[in-house]
């Protein structure tokens, strides 16, 4: 990689670290027109895909993202990443598929787990959305949040005693989740 370039990266990077978001997709956006084949354009599309997701550009965020995941198929954070700005345009079919995809490539990826089970409940696929929190909460038990998607689904499948378990660890770990409290007999 020449100089110039690795000096353009590290400037685009630094001003990401710093919250100077506009900036450093603007840093990474020239480093792709200049086209030069040092360059990791996977990696420079990712960055910038999970930038305009930050500044809430949704369409701009998937369309990198989706080419990263083009140009590197066998990334597994950019198709879970790719993932995630699918579930907020509430593309949620395309969610699973790029989380399954995800998973596929990295099994220990556990947030898409959690933004698998997202998108299936809202497709209501609760049975397998159960069980993609069930998975996340092996590896991860005190994943606070996904215990509580995971109550509000046995509630939903009228499994009131695991439903009513799951609010308990929840508000043992949150005392203050009003949510789970909600849900949780005196």
Known sequence: MSEILSQ????AYRKELVGKLDEAAALFE????????????????????????????LRRAKEHLSRACELDRRNATMWHDLGVVEYHMANFDRTVDCCRRALELDPNLQPAYFWLG?????????????????DLLEHYPNFTIARFHLGVLYARQGEKDKA???????????PEAAAARFYVSS
């Open 8 to 11: 353009d990266m590290m400037n």
């Open 30 to 57: 020239k480093l792709l027109e200049q086209g030069n084949d040092d360059v990791d354009s996977a990696t420079v599309r990712k960055h910038l895909g999970n930038l305009h997701f930050r500044l809430g550009h």
């Open 118 to 134: 997202n998108a299936l409940y809202h497709r209501g696929d609760h049975e397998d959305a159960t069980q993609a929190f069930r």
């Open 164 to 174: 009513e378990e799951e609010f308990r660890r929840v508000l043992m770990k949150s």
